[in-house]
């Protein structure tokens, strides 16, 4: 996948090349940070939806719970009775919106390990119940008028000229990778994915194993949802509309096997950053919306059957 992402980085630098600017439009420091910032938020939950695909499961939830989180967060920073909390009260708010993304999360796991129900069917069911609770809370109408410290800091001003989004999902991408690679709970997600009757016989504990996952995405998702209100200044019910597609996308492109058992973080953010290039570049060379929608659609299966790591799992 980084062998793609590099060889599409030179076809876009070559067909963005200006003679009057001397330069690549595509490689201006400027245009390669909007990048970054602009799939930050798909590759954020990726990394979530990466460990449960890894565990065989699926979460359709994310992008009802990236506009949850966005929406309660906005809620607690508005509150009269928050606010009296001084300075603190927009840690607080946070830590409230990545409790919804939690909650949503540990649900999901619930769903599936209690009642038994599909994956797909549990996390159908929440995507539109998060989705709900979100218009609820909302009453349809944008949540604006956030404090200064939240929007302007967490949301506009860089760190190091890299904006904050940026730092969180590379610092997430890691984290990721090592609760897979160097934790026994990152083993025993890749068992319960590979052979879960197996892993059961092993003495691992398959329920709670799915149950953290699910609460690990949700988590993920949350603080997607975080961020974006942040960067917008505004949360809206409508965020992450139809999200879960790109994210599941991400994590498929990046290695993920939906049969469960295979992927990786860095993969995940390997995935989202294939599509975030190709967009951007589709943009620069005025490629109108639908035919973005078709090469977009077509990369996706291009990068997937080349993956010369799927042949040897055949």
């Given at each position: 996948m980084l062998g793609v992402l590099l060889l599409m980085m030179v076809g876009l630098t070559m067909t963005t090349y200006s003679r009057d600017t001397g330069g690549s439009t595509f490689l201006h420091p400027g245009n390669l940070i909007d990048v970054a910032l602009a799939f930050s938020f798909v590759a954020i939950m990726a990394v979530g939806q990466t460990i449960v695909i890894i565990s065989a499961g699926i979460d359709l939830s994310v992008g009802s719970t990236l506009a949850l989180s966005g929406v309660v967060t906005a809620l607690l920073l508005n509150s009269a009775s928050l606010s009296q909390a001084g300075p603190a009260h927009i840690p607080l708010a946070m830590l409230g919106g990545l409790a919804a993304g939690a909650a949503v999360g540990l649900l999901n796991g619930l769903l599936i390990v209690g009642v038994r129900l599909t994956p797909f069917i549990a996390t159908l069911g929440t995507l539109s119940i998060a989705r709900g609770l979100a218009y609820a809370l909302s009453r349809g109408f944008p949540i604006g008028d956030l404090p200064n410290g939240f929007y302007e800091r967490i949301g506009q001003q860089p760190l190091l000229r890299i904006p904050v989004s940026v730092w969180v999902m590379a610092l997430i991408t890691a984290a990721g990778v090592y609760y897979l690679t160097q934790t026994r709970w990152g083993r025993h997600v890749y068992a319960v994915g590979g052979n879960e009757q197996a892993a059961?016989?092993?003495?691992?504990?398959?329920?709670?194993?799915?149950?953290?996952?699910?609460?690990?995405?949700?988590?993920?998702?949350?603080?997607?949802?975080?961020?974006?209100?942040?960067?917008?200044?505004?949360?809206?019910?409508?965020?992450?509309?139809?999200?879960?597609?790109?994210?599941?996308?991400?994590?498929?492109?990046?290695?993920?096997?939906?049969?469960?058992?295979?992927?990786?973080?860095?993969?995940?953010?390997?995935?989202?950053?294939?599509?975030?290039?190709?967009?951007?570049?589709?943009?620069?060379?005025?490629?109108?919306?639908?035919?973005?929608?078709?090469?977009?659609?077509?990369?996706?299966?291009?990068?997937?059957?080349?993956?010369?790591?799927?042949?040897?799992?055949?």
């Amino acid at each position: 996948m980084l062998g793609v992402l590099l060889l599409m980085m030179v076809g876009l630098t070559m067909t963005t090349y200006s003679r009057d600017t001397g330069g690549s439009t595509f490689l201006h420091p400027g245009n390669l940070i909007d990048v970054a910032l602009a799939f930050s938020f798909v590759a954020i939950m990726a990394v979530g939806q990466t460990i449960v695909i890894i565990s065989a499961g699926i979460d359709l939830s994310v992008g009802s719970t990236l506009a949850l989180s966005g929406v309660v967060t906005a809620l607690l920073l508005n509150s009269a009775s928050l606010s009296q909390a001084g300075p603190a009260h927009i840690p607080l708010a946070m830590l409230g919106g990545l409790a919804a993304g939690a909650a949503v999360g540990l649900l999901n796991g619930l769903l599936i390990v209690g009642v038994r129900l599909t994956p797909f069917i549990a996390t159908l069911g929440t995507l539109s119940i998060a989705r709900g609770l979100a218009y609820a809370l909302s009453r349809g109408f944008p949540i604006g008028d956030l404090p200064n410290g939240f929007y302007e800091r967490i949301g506009q001003q860089p760190l190091l000229r890299i904006p904050v989004s940026v730092w969180v999902m590379a610092l997430i991408t890691a984290a990721g990778v090592y609760y897979l690679t160097q934790t026994r709970w990152g083993r025993h997600v890749y068992a319960v994915g590979g052979n879960e009757q197996a892993a059961r016989f092993a003495g691992i504990n398959v329920g709670g194993a799915k149950i953290a996952v699910y609460s690990l995405c949700g988590l993920c998702a949350g603080t997607a949802g975080i961020l974006m209100t942040a960067r917008l200044g505004v949360a809206q019910s409508t965020a992450g509309l139809g999200w879960e597609l790109d994210v599941i996308a991400a994590a498929v492109i990046g290695g993920a096997s939906l049969m469960g058992g295979y992927g990786s973080a860095l993969g995940a953010l390997m995935g989202a950053a294939i599509m975030g290039t190709l967009r951007n570049g589709l943009v620069l060379l005025n490629v109108p919306d639908y035919w973005q929608m078709v090469a977009v659609g077509a990369v996706i299966v291009i990068a997937v059957a080349l993956d010369p790591t799927r042949k040897q799992r055949g």
